[in-house]
């Protein structure tokens, strides 16, 4: 049975994503004194007396603005509002009944959905002040007080929201998902990518960089398995990122990749690479995530038999540095070949866990050792007494030797492709750990 779904909606800045983030016990909304800082509908897992749900935060609604961004944000809190069970509309006690509130609260009431009130920074605990008797004035019905920043009140509400639910039962169906983080420099297509996999416009998609904000999480099943995409803001040079919301935006970016176990990097095809592409795909590469570069707007550039393959190779040039990430041509606009990437989205994760006994992996360093002699100085030759696989994501082999100092890099680099001419682990970084025998040191 899939979680109910309870929307936090309400006028712009009253404070919507502070009561998101401590409902949900964590920062996962951005959080600034600056209207439109949440634009799309951002997804949290909440819990309140074995009761669990999705909570979805939106950006601020204004019913009556119908042009730009404004009315992209009116959108997509209307797409919360439809799919929700059950909606919780904020409003700000210093401010007062606005005529802004009077337009959500007909709206919501036109939805038929149950709603419950919360008038938010009543942060004085005691009587509640006499300001808060004004807001049944929208007949909502009962209004409840709340401190979204020091949490007074926050368990009144949820009770009031839960008494609205269907009951949840425990299932264990979400282990198994594979978090897939979409990342790549601003306006190269990750939220249309997301949607076109979706089968909905569940991201906000404008020809301005900078639409994504957050990183949003997206679960998705189709027949290619489970997977829960991750939407992330553009990642743009340092010098370039110019006020906090974007700032914080970046830390949301980067923080989704460390949560993830596949990253999609996407390229523009009518750029072509940049230095900033080689900076985020790097970032992934260090994390050790199984990582698939991803060329989007394939539809709009002017190709001929040769055209794709002389790309690829240019791209392999480009990176170098993560060599077994394959390549693929994707036009997210017209659905072309994203059928594949998903394929291989499952075949890097679990190329990205594998594991290799001691045994076989032995059986390999004799051959490869056979094949090649390691190198020598002043008398002393390498001596590779044994190898055995440590961990997995990424896979990480511990090679036990004489002298570390012998074990030179090209070497390294000799038995690495070695182990990924025979066990294949494309899509995936490998590290190799030195250890000198009796030193117990991991070089």
């Known amino acids: 049975m899939p979680k109910p779904i309870v929307a936090v909606v309400g006028r712009p800045n009253v404070g919507k994503s502070t009561l998101f983030n401590k409902l949900i016990g964590q920062r996962l909304a951005i959080v600034e004194d600056t209207p439109g800082v949440t634009r799309d509908r951002i997804f949290g897992d909440c819990e309140w007396q074995n009761q669990k749900f999705l909570l979805v935060d939106t950006g601020g609604l204004e019913p009556n603005v119908d042009d730009g961004m404004l009315l992209h944000m009116r959108q997509q809190a209307q797409l919360a509002i439809d799919s929700a ?15 802004l509130d009077q337009d959500v609260a007909n709206l919501l009431m036109r939805s038929g959905k149950p709603v419950v009130l919360a008038v ?26 709340v401190s979204a920043v020091h949490g007074h009140g926050t368990g009144d509400l949820l009770d009031a929201v839960c008494a609205y639910l269907p009951k949840t039962e425990e299932n264990g169906e979400e282990d198994d998902r594979i978090p897939v983080a979409v990342i790549g420099r601003p306006n190269v297509g990750k ?3 997301v949607n076109y996999i979706l089968g909905e416009n569940r991201m906000i998609v404008a ?15 189709n027949q290619y398995g489970s997977f829960i995409f991750t939407d992330t803001a553009g990642l743009r040079k340092r010098s370039k990122v110019e006020d906090g919301v974007e700032r914080y935006s970046v830390l949301r970016s980067l923080a989704a990749v460390e949560r993830s176990r596949v990253c999609v990097i996407l390229i523009d095809a009518t750029e072509g690479f940049t230095e900033q592409d080689s900076k985020v795909a790097g970032y992934a590469h260090e994390q050790g995530k199984a990582c698939i570069i991803a060329v989007n707007k394939w539809d709009a550039v002017e190709k001929d038999d040769k055209t794709m393959d002389a790309m690829r190779k240019k791209l392999m040039d480009d990176f170098s540095f993560m060599s077994y990430a394959p390549i693929i041509f994707i036009s997210a606009r017209t659905g072309q070949r994203v059928d594949r990437l998903m394929e291989l989205i499952r075949y890097v994760d679990g190329q ?12 390999l360093l004799a051959r490869a050792t056979a094949r090649v002699q390691p190198p020598s100085d002043k008398g002393k030759r390498l001596k590779i007494f044994y190898m055995t696989q440590a961990s997995t994501r990424p896979p990480t082999f511990v090679c036990f030797i004489n002298r570390a100092e012998l074990f030179h ?23 190799l750990l030195v250890r000198e025998r009796g030193d117990g040191k991991t070089r």
């Open 85 to 99: 069970d059950c909606i919780i509309m904020v409003t700000d006690l210093r401010a007062g009944v606005t005529a």
């Open 352 to 363: 990205n866990a594998l594991r290799v006994t001691t045994g076989v992996l032995n059986e």
């Open 409 to 431: 890099f090209s070497y390294q680099r000799y038995i690495e492709n070695q182990i990924r001419e025979t066990f294949g682990l494309e899509g995936t970084p490998v590290r």
């Open 207 to 221: 020809n301005e960089a900078g639409t994504t904000r957050d990183a949003i999480d997206s679960p998705v099943e």
């Open 191 to 193: 939220s249309s990518l």
């Open 120 to 145: 938010n920074k009543c942060d004085k605990v005691g009587e509640p002040p006499m300001e808060l008797y004004d807001f049944y004035s929208l007949g909502l019905g009962e209004v409840i007080p």
